[in-house]
């Protein structure tokens, strides 16, 4: 787009791009619309989301559960809450998995006839057992569902089974794509040990086509053999299904060396600022301090803990004095256990206390649309009022949604939840692999999703729900 | 964001993430609605404009007008129209100015006491004149505004002239931030020339703080001396400026190399899929195929282009043999000169057509937000009755604003004019600089706007305006 170097161009950019009133508002709405405006001011100008980001990233870096680097980033974001001076700044243990991937990941496609061997980009899949020191080579059948597996009958036995069901392209929002494909990687290594199969190997949860591997989080079934499971690469993926069309007898030679060690006492972190009103009313903003242990967990989702911690920020920086306490809640354990989420509703105290509402940021520090609401209709029509001020965040899209899995046992106990909404189209492409990292994020996508938590938070301490 | 291990939150994402049916939809609208998902699956399975994109960039690159990259670029559009057997490919020559960068443009501090030089990153600005061979040494005075300036009197007489007015970061629409400070760019070697100043350096337009320095278009006038100018990085302005704080008389010595040669002449590319009904009502949707000589104008505006082509590609992969012509406009020199723009309404044998609606997609490959709509009242409520179409995309923005430069001497003659709106967060970030390749722009989202773009080019087609 060209500089309005010609002046009634840049009349004309002006004029055009002056926002249209919101029509027909009433003065409470008046008043937070002002909120909405001076919150977008002070985030925009003087934000602090990046430089916590920043500082996350670069001074611990990826924090999985029980990892040294989870325990310095509960430490780190405690002294960031401490800084600031907020109130009720404490840890609230929790017992967290402590899974380690060990330093060999390897595989390589054998070729039963000619041609050289060929390295596959792989990674283990959170949980996975190891291979023998040896690995494990066998051939491979190529399946795109449970069911074309079980039809497979005897085939599988003693084979990799071989998951390559893309995400849907087609879904406009990722996440539905990801929801229909991630059986694979989670109920993977069961429907192969099920099948007999020696080794599961997933393609990558992503829609970009690299060489990039991407982990997360699988299970075994206590009454099932335990197989190895890693995810491929989508390009490894592409180029496995090429050669076992050309060659049906090609093997694959897979080898990790991860394992799952003792439990770790790890931590929930948290710092408020305590409700001038009804202090006992508590609305929880939060993420996961946790991530995995590929890239940095810039998007997956130090953005969410920032954006905490900065929500708080926000609220004070406009000495709003919100009327119910706002909490920010930094989740340990979200991508393999969530203990942090369970365990902040049966923590000690926490029965004296009424959660009022919670808040989650965990799809990545994007652009934010607007928000989902997980409660009855009462409450989601109560929201749908607040429109107009999320409008003038462009953010107004309000509907009925999952909220997130660290507020999940919240919610699950009858507590509003909302998560935040954000566009959805490049999460994927980072997550849960080396490329979630902090030139992903886009300083100002990620301040202003810390700037719609702060209206809702603040909308929700006065007018209640 | 976790993998769904638990089977009962996988059951909850997929619930939740099922949209809710749009409801009072009439007959048409639902025949569009359905034509909206068919685009939404074409473009997301099998979509070419990343591809098409890649080729421009890789085996181009830049294409700035009267450069030998914009007439390989004018070949290869041609090509790729050709390729795919759309009617009517031609091109329209028009005249273009020819200006070049030269090999050298060099700032750097000169402390007035002690210190060692200081390397400023700076890019000439297009169109400014060189300076001499041996480059100019002067003092500095900064500067955040026109009226600054003018309080300065005499004391700007002989001094280089630094407009630091940064881009105002608090505004949510970085369009109106960029409208809010590009005067400095456009005017400001004018301004400095008025005031006695021997040459103007302009802080970058971008909300970043990095050191890559953004060019774009300046002017002259005719009755006032022209000075050199160039742009200097965000960094480079915050350290020029500290530098000053410290030290009045530091100076700065500027070298650049540019000059502007003879006009070239060049050409608007344009192919069409003609229309069943009125094949002589032409609805234009265009980009500008030349981009700055920084980067490889992959969001400015290689994705306008590859969308413009895109929405031939989609509309004739669905088999929709719209009612009136759908013409790709692919025009040149819309970044310092607009002839293309300007050329296109009075070639010969515009006349013998109606020009029905224009539509442009300038402001980068980001996701599609909706579409500003230039025309009068009638046209847009005819548009505001779509809505429901394009929030099935996501895209339901739909407001009143400028459409674009290309397009606006079609649109200043009464032809309803369209711009395709994005999410801008990131767009200056990228615009006019090194920081503008490839890379930058995810495939999906680039892919959105040319679907978005097909459907407002049907609909109008189909319902006419």
Redesign the interface.
Known sequence: ?????VPC??A??????AR?ATGGAGESSFKYQQVARQL??AG??DGESFSLLRELTSTVGSRLSGSPGAAKAVELVRRMLMKRGFDNVHLEPVMVPHWVRGPVESAVALPSRKGKPISLAICALGGSIATPNAGITAEVVEVKSFDDLHRMGERARGKIVFFNRPMD????????AY??A??Q??AGAVEAALAGGVAALVRS?T??LDNVPHT????YRDSVARVPAAAVSTMGAETLARLLREDRHLKVHITLSCRTLPDVQSANVMGEIRGSASPEEIIVVGGHLDSWDKGVGAH??GSGCVQAIEVLNLIRKLNLRPKRTIRAVLFMN???G?RGGRGYVTAPGRSAEKQYAAIES??GGF?P?GF?V?ADSTVFTRTLAWQDCFDL??AG?I????S??DI?PTVEKGVPGFGLDV?S??YF?Y?HSNNDTLDKV????LE?GAIVEALLCYLISEEGL
Chains 1, 2 share one sequence.
């Open positions: 787009m060209i500089g309005a170097r161009l840049l004309l950019l002006m004029f055009f791009f249209p977008l001011a925009m100008k392209p087609t879904k406009l929002n990722t996440f539905e929801s229909g991630v059986d990687r989670s949860m829609l970009a997360g989080v699988m299970g997956d989702d979200e991508e393999n969530n965990d799809r652009d649309r989902s997980q965040l462009e899209k509907a009925r949604g999952f997130g899995v999940f566009d189209q490049r492409d997550h886009n300083p100002r996508e202003m």
